[in-house]
C-alpha cells in the first residue's frame, strides 16, 4: 500500500474481511486505497497475494473508524434480491393490502394496489358479481356500448362501495373495503397523471427508422475466473481486467439443430460459476455498460482505424445496455429495476452518461429455455458474445439526435454464420416468438433471424423436457408496425426526460452517481444516489475524481 504521513495513534485489523477483496480495497493502480487514506488520514496495510496477515489500519481512532465502517460498507453482503421489496416505486410508503384473493372471479389475486383497482373495476368482475348478484344490476351505471355490466372508473367503484349491499358483498369476497376506499382518490389520481403521460407519448411524431444503427462490432467475454478475485455487481472491477476479458471480433458459440428430434434437454448442473452467473456477479456475468465502456478504452489500442472510430467514446451521449432501452421503450418488466448512472470522462469535456442496470432478481441458468441453448450450442459452451451496436435515436423537435452505445448480448450463430436469437415456447408457433421486446432486441444485436424452438415439459416440476421441433423466422419477415413506432415515441420521450434530469442531478451528486427509477406511472425519476450507498458504475480510471 501507498506511504501515508500521518502518525499512527490507533490501529485496527480488519479481521472480517476476505482475501478476495483486497483488490477491491486496493483499486485499479492503487486509486482506491490512496483516496481511503486521504479522506481519513490513515495508513492501511494490505497484506500481498503471497503472504500472510490481515488488513489493518492505522491512524486517528475517529479516521479509522469511519475508514472501516466505509471499507465494509463497500464489501458488506448483499440482500437475496435486489428488487425494492419495501419500496414501492416513486419513494412512497407501502400500500395497505386491498384484496388477498377475489372469491369470485377464477385465478383473480391481485398483488399490488394497482392491480387491485384494475381487478374491481373491470368489465369481467363487473359482469360476475351481476351474474351471482342480479340484484345489483341497477346500480352499475348504464352506458350505450356495453349496458351495465361493463368497466367501472375508481371514482364509480369508490361511490359503489358506498351502497351497503354491494358492500357487504364484496367484503364476503375479500375485498378490504376501507382501504379500497382510502386509497381510491390516490388510485384516480395516479390513473389522471398516467393519461396525461401517454397524451405526451402520443403526440411524438411515429417514426418506423426511429432507431438508426450505425455501426456494429461482435465482442467476445472471457469468464475464467483469475486468483479467485470475485467482484459484485454494485463494485465495479478494475479497468485493466475488463480490458483484458474483451476480444475484438470473436465469433458466437454456433447452434446446431440435432439431427433427430423429439430430443432430450440436458439437465442443468450446479456449480460454483452457475452460482456467480445467477447473482450477476463479476466475472462470470459482465454488465453491458462495463464491458461496452472497456471496448471504446481498448478500441484506441486494436490497431483498427475503423474499430477506433467506431467505438470512439467522445461520439456518444449514452453508453448502455439493452435492458434500459427497453426500460424507456415501455417494457413494464424492466421498468420496476432500478438504474444507477454515472457520466465517463472522454476527451477534454464531459463524457457519454453510463447506465448500470441493476436486476430485480437473481438470474437462472436453470430453465427450459437455457437447456433448449445448451442443447443446441453444446453443454460445453464457455464465454459469451456481445453486440456493440452505435445507434441514433432523434432528440424532440428536431433538435438533432442521441447517440448512444448499446450493448447486447448475442445468443449464437447457425450453421451458415447468421447471427440468431434462441426462442422457447411450448405453445407459441411463428410469429408469435417475436413479440415487441424480441423485435428490438434483435434491431440493436444485428441477429439475422429467431429460432422458435418448439418444447415439451422441461419446466418445474414437469421433469426433463424435450425439444420436439424449430423453426427458422427470417429478420425479414419482421414487421416493425405500430408497435414499433409506439416503442420509439416512449423511447424518445423518456430518454429526453432522463439525460435532462441526470443534468440537473448532477449538480448535486457529490459522488457523481445518480439513481433512476420509474415512478408509479412508469415515468423516469433521476436524483443523486444516496450518500454510501456504495454502487460504483464505472472503474475509476474512466471517472472525474471529485
Request: with cysteine.
Amino acid at each position: 500500500s501507498a506511504d501515508c504521513p500521518f502518525a499512527a495513534m490507533a490501529s485496527v485489523v480488519l479481521d472480517d474481511v476476505k482475501p478476495k477483496f483486497y483488490g477491491l480495497i486496493i483499486g485499479e493502480k492503487g486509486a482506491t486505497i490512496k483516496q481511503f487514506q486521504q479522506t481519513h488520514g490513515v495508513r492501511i496495510q494490505v497484506p500481498r497475494k503471497d503472504q500472510a496477515g490481515l488488513v489493518t489500519i492505522s491512524g486517528s481512532a475517529e479516521g479509522c473508524e469511519a475508514c472501516c465502517t466505509q471499507i465494509r460498507g463497500m464489501i458488506k453482503p448483499r440482500p437475496p434480491s435486489r428488487a425494492r421489496a419495501t419500496q414501492p416505486r416513486g419513494g412512497r410508503p407501502p400500500a395497505e393490502q386491498l384484496m388477498r384473493e377475489c372469491a369470485l372471479c377464477t385465478g383473480a389475486c391481485p398483488n399490488s394496489a394497482v392491480a387491485a383497482f384494475d381487478h374491481l373495476c373491470g368489465a369481467a368482475h363487473q359482469r360476475n358479481v351481476v351474474q351471482l348478484y342480479p340484484e345489483l344490476a341497477g346500480l352499475l351505471p348504464k352506458r350505450q356500448d356495453d349496458g351495465a355490466s361493463g368497466a367501472v372508473s375508481v371514482k364509480e367503484l369508490a361511490e359503489l362501495l358506498g351502497n351497503g349491499e354491494y358492500r357487504r358483498v364484496h367484503e364476503k369476497l375479500g375485498c378490504n373495503v376501507d382501504a379500497v376506499l382510502r386509497s381510491a382518490q390516490q388510485e384516480h389520481d395516479r390513473r389522471e397523471r398516467a393519461q396525461q403521460l401517454l397524451r405526451e407519448v402520443h403526440s411524438v411524431p411515429g417514426e418506423s427508422d426511429w432507431l438508426r444503427v450505425e455501426a456494429r462490432h461482435i465482442v467476445g467475454w472471457d469468464d475464467t475466473i483469475f486468483d479467485n478475485v470475485i467482484v459484485p455487481l454494485e463494485q465495479s472491477p478494475p479497468l485493466d481486467d475488463l480490458i483484458r476479458r474483451c476480444k475484438f471480433g470473436a465469433t458466437p458459440n454456433c447452434a446446431r439443430v440435432p439431427t433427430v428430434v423429439p430430443a432430450f434437454l440436458p439437465a442443468f448442473k450446479e456449480s460454483r460459476a452457475a452460482t456467480l452467473k445467477a447473482r450477476h456477479d463479476h466475472p462470470c456475468a459482465v454488465a453491458g455498460v462495463r464491458l461496452a465502456v472497456a471496448a471504446t478504452v481498448a478500441s484506441s489500442e486494436s490497431g483498427s482505424p475503423q474499430l477506433a472510430a467506431d467505438l470512439d467514446a467522445t461520439r456518444f451521449d449514452l453508453i448502455c445496455g439493452t435492458s434500459f432501452l427497453k426500460a424507456i421503450s415501455g417494457d413494464g418488466h424492466l421498468t420496476k429495476h432500478e438504474y444507477y448512472l454515472q457520466r465517463m470522462r472522454a476527451g477534454t469535456g464531459g463524457g457519454p452518461l453510463c447506465v448500470l442496470h441493476m436486476p430485480g432478481a437473481k438470474h437462472s441458468d436453470g430453465t427450459a429455455g437455457h437447456a433448449v441453448e445448451r442443447l443446441l450450442c453444446g453443454d460445453g459452451a464457455s464465454g459469451c458474445c456481445f453486440a456493440l451496436t452505435s445507434v441514433c435515436i432523434p432528440k424532440l423537435g428536431d433538435a438533432g439526435v442521441w447517440r448512444a452505445l448499446v450493448c447486447s448480448e448475442v445468443d449464437a450463430v447457425d450453421e451458415h454464420n447468421r447471427l440468431v436469437e434462441i426462442k422457447s415456447s411450448e405453445k407459441k408457433r411463428g410469429m408469435e416468438f417475436v413479440c415487441k421486446k424480441v423485435a428490438l432486441q434483435v434491431r440493436v444485436n444485428g441477429s439475422q433471424g429467431v429460432l422458435g424452438c418448439h418444447i415439451q415439459g422441461g419446466g418445474e416440476g414437469q421433469g426433463r423436457g424435450k425439444l420436439t421441433s424449430v423453426e427458422w423466422l427470417s429478420v425479414d419477415s419482421f414487421q416493425h408496425g405500430e408497435a414499433f413506432v409506439q416503442q420509439g415515441r416512449s423511447a424518445r420521450l423518456m430518454l429526453d426526460r432522463v439525460m435532462t434530469g441526470a443534468h440537473a442531478a448532477e449538480q448535486e451528486a457529490s459522488e457523481g452517481v445518480l439513481h433512476l427509477v420509474f415512478d408509479d406511472i412508469k415515468a423516469p425519476v433521476v436524483r443523486p444516489a444516496a450518500r454510501g450507498c456504495g454502487v460504483r458504475v464505472l472503474p475509476e480510471a474512466v471517472v472525474d475524481q471529485r
